[in-house]
């Protein structure tokens, strides 16, 4: 089975496709409120949709916008990604992941001037795992510490973003008692981490994960950035459609 992407600018989202969003949530998260899920959504610009073509159900979705910040004095834009899911069942198929970037390189194309970011607030080491897959440079990496340039690009965009919630000691948005949380038995996090050291990585460097903290990440957006396996998950998917 192979799914579909699409992307869809937030203002042309039906109250159905809302509805559908929030339900599909629900059943990956914990401590989930509309009006706040609304009121974050009506903050993005697209959303990058996934659908089983057999059913037409939503099967996982992205929420996108972006960032603008100056950092010593220099412009910076960034792409960041908001509300992640895709459902249990299917996870492994590329949709999500060929849609966002093909999506990416657009908007590398599109760019004129200034330094361009990918910015990731990751609650979960599964989202946190696609900047090894389809980066060669990213920050924060088990592999590598961090610049002062790259920690200032990461404290403008979490700020920007998380306000007083921001901890520039430990580069995490801090949750709210109303923050949602991956719910327990989606993310088998512990258990992983013992044969993977990205996911290692991830549970030290945000040990309120479970709670829905959020580690701030970046990853320069180019396309000379993008991995070898970023290409074939892209392309891939590509040439599966147009042979369907």
């Known amino acids: 089975m192979r799914l579909r992407s699409s992307v869809v600018d937030v ?3 039906t109250a159905k496709d809302r509805q559908e969003m929030f339900a599909l949530m629900q059943r990956c998260f914990a401590n989930l ?3 706040t899920f609304e009121t974050d959504l009506e903050r993005k610009w697209v959303v990058i949709q996934v659908h089983d073509p057999s059913s037409g159900k939503l099967v996982g979705f992205s929420t996108q916008t972006m960032l603008e910040a100056t950092v010593s004095e ?3 834009s960034a792409l960041f990604s908001g509300d992640t899911v895709v459902e249990p069942s299917y996870w492994g198929d590329p949709a999500l992941a060929h849609e966002w970037g093909q999506f990416a390189l657009r908007l590398i ?3 004129s001037a200034g330094k361009l970011f990918w910015f990731l607030t990751s609650k979960g080491f599964r989202t946190y795992r696609y900047l090894p897959l389809f980066f060669r440079q990213y920050h924060p990496r088990w592999s590598e510490g961090m610049a002062h340039g790259e920690t200032a690009v990461i404290d403008a965009l979490g700020k920007l973003v998380g306000g007083h919630r ?3 000691h430990q580069r995490i948005i801090h949750a709210t008692a109303d923050k949602d949380y991956v ?3 989606i993310s088998d996090a ?3 981490k013992g044969s993977d050291p990205h996911i290692r990585f991830f549970i030290e460097q945000n040990p309120g994960h479970a709670k829905g903290d959020e580690l701030c990440c970046i990853a320069p957006l180019s396309r000379q950035n993008f991995t070898r396996a970023a290409y074939r998950v892209i392309n891939a ?3 599966d459609r147009e042979a369907m």
């Open 11 to 13: 203002k042309e989202l």
């Open 74 to 76: 220099t412009p910076i």
């Open 190 to 192: 512990d258990r992983r």
């Open 166 to 168: 921001y901890d520039p």
């Open 237 to 239: 998917h590509t040439a």
């Open 33 to 35: 409120n509309m009006e």
């Open 109 to 111: 194309d599109q760019q």
């Open 183 to 185: 719910r327990s038995g």
